[in-house]
């Protein structure tokens, strides 16, 4: 590269990472009813993940290719009592490398901190907050299910799902996990270093790249707004379900209660005797069918949890990664570049006062060799920016490969709405010809209420 200077790119320019370049002077470091279509994560297709013919900067999946690429379980594994505090475990399996191992929290954190360094380009999704003191189920089962949500867009992201150290924290089973992921990625430097496109990310680019992504990050922001009021939505529908089943139970057993009531009759209400026990005999045979009916309520609630609610943090989390890529690419490589740009304008200037004031020569060369220094940082900062830019454009295409997600997430909600509704009401259906005892009317004529239906087609 020669002397000239590069105008910065501006402010508004969309990705990329903090932590490619230790610093400015130096070379970065080498680091019954209608069912819905509900999308099934089937077994991998290798075909599926191989390299785009033509132009690398597309990518060529469909959401079902990447759903299918690997199905994360995480679960919990029994608290153990340490020395002097208990820690939590997870039993992690892979359906595509057909691995269990154990995982501790902090095991997920170095994990993490190793996918930073090796993709600064990348969406890395966030993990959970660490634990905090006095942490109850709620919060474990929580973290439980983002780390579950967390390690299944990393399994599904095609850079992240083709590295050793996926496949490594997926399957090793040694006693110290956190060094040989440390160990693994030491000295391999980041993508960048070791992509063979990299130098050449430019050539691939759209000539409107800062309006496109300007507008894409826009849209994102839009979208993870709307996504999070929907899934609050969704919580609290969930959350009414689990709740309704508590309120139905209780009303049951309160009936129960009504029905098992041992207190003796007054004498003013002797004449009333047969009638007051054939109606605690009634309610005490309800309790069972609200039972059944609290059963299928929170049967409705924790599917709705699983199959709604949870998909859609899943979307969520790889919006945020998005929103996250973008500041670090505005924090990182585009900042240190145009501080680059800017230091090596005031040793130009330096050069030229020199050249005019007649320096020593040992001077004026020594000065030219950190302009040449200058010069090279710079030019690998430019081909990081691009390099970023390259890397986001392909993350904007990998969100819009989510966006079909919707669709399921849709279906499984109507879904979940029409299998409870129709389960509940077969069993209110199956309880109503037990009411009938509980209506006497004049000379033990049985007369149950009617349903307004059934009143607007009676004549007055």
């Not at 390299?51 to 990518?59: D, F, V």
């Not at 209660?257 to 009638?275: C, E, Q």
């Not at 199956?430 to 033990?444: I, N, V, W």
Request: proline letters at 7%; a neutral charge.
């Amino acid at each position: 590269m020669t002397g000239r200077a590069m105008d910065p790119l501006p402010a508004a320019a969309v990705g990329s990472a903090a932590e490619a370049e230790a610093d400015e002077e130096a070379e970065p470091p080498a680091t019954g009813s209608p069912v819905l279509p509900v999308i099934e994560w089937g077994d991998p297709d290798p075909r599926s993940m191989q390299m785009p013919q033509g132009n690398p900067l597309l990518l060529p999946y469909t959401l079902q290719e990447l759903l299918a690429r690997d199905s994360v379980q995480v679960e919990l594994i029994p608290e153990k009592k340490g020395l002097f505090l208990k820690h939590v475990e997870y039993e992690v399996s892979s359906q595509r490398f057909k691995t269990s191992v154990c995982r501790r929290y902090n095991d997920f954190v170095v994990f993490h901190e190793m996918l930073l360094h090796k993709f600064p380009y990348r969406m890395v999704p966030a993990l959970p907050p660490k634990r905090v003191l006095g942490a109850d189920r709620e919060f474990i089962e929580g973290r439980r299910r983002a780390l579950k949500r967390f390690i299944n867009l990393v399994a599904r992201h095609p850079p992240f799902s083709e590295d050793t150290t996926l496949k490594l924290f997926l399957s090793f089973s040694g006693p110290d996990v956190q060094n040989r992921l440390r160990e693994a990625a030491q000295g391999v430097g980041d993508e960048f270093l070791n992509c063979k496109l990299a130098t050449r990310a430019k050539d691939f680019l759209p000539a409107d790249i800062q309006t496109q992504f300007a507008m894409s990050r826009e849209l994102i922001r839009n979208l993870y707004n709307s996504f999070y009021k929907l899934r609050d939505r969704a919580e609290r529908i969930a959350s009414r379900a689990i709740d309704n089943a508590a309120d139905l139970l209780i009303f049951g057993k309160e009936l129960s209660a009504l029905g098992s009531d041992m207190t003796p009759l007054p004498s003013w209400a002797t004449l009333h005797l047969s009638t007051w026990a054939s109606l605690k005999q009634a309610l005490k045979g309800l309790s069972v069918e609200f039972a059944v009916l609290a059963d299928k309520a929170a049967q409705q609630g924790r599917q709705e949890e699983n199959d709604v609610v949870e998909k859609l943090n899943l979307f969520l989390d790889l919006l945020q990664a998005y929103k996250d890529l973008c500041e670090r690419h505005e924090k990182g490589v585009l900042h240190k570049h145009q501080r680059a740009l800017h230091k090596y304008g005031l040793m130009k200037r330096q050069m030229m006062s020199a050249a005019v004031q007649n320096c020593e020569p040992e001077s004026v060369e020594q000065l030219e060799s950190r302009i040449v220094e200058q010069e090279n940082v710079i030019q690998t900062m430019e081909l990081r920016n691009y390099f970023s830019l390259y890397c986001l454009h392909q993350e904007t295409q990998l969100v819009h490969v989510y966006l079909p997600l919707t669709s399921h997430i849709l279906g499984a909600f109507v879904n979940s709405q029409i299998q409870g509704h129709k389960e509940m009401s077969k069993v209110w259906n199956d309880l109503k010809p037990k009411l009938s005892c509980l209506f006497t009317g004049p000379h033990s004529v049985l007369t149950p209420p009617r349903s307004p239906a059934e009143d607007s087609l009676c004549p007055h």
